[in-house]
């Protein structure tokens, strides 16, 4: 593999960027927001879904 990407791939490094992150207490993601459009279609697709299931009668 003459890719470059393979060629510079070291675990041992990238497990000591990690650790050093997780110690340091740096966060290593950025969470997601709850009020985009995507976050809007999601809830309209769950209540068109619960909305289109037969009602139960007891």
Do not use: C, W
Request: charged share 35%.
């Amino acid at each position: 593999m003459s890719n470059k990407r393979y060629r510079e791939k070291d675990d041992v490094i990238d497990a000591e960027k990690i650790a050093r992150h997780v110690l340091s207490g740096q966060p290593t993601a950025i969470p997601k927001i709850n009020n985009g459009l995507v976050e809007m279609i999601r809830v309209i697709k769950v209540a068109k879904t619960l909305l289109s299931k037969p009602k139960l009668k007891f």
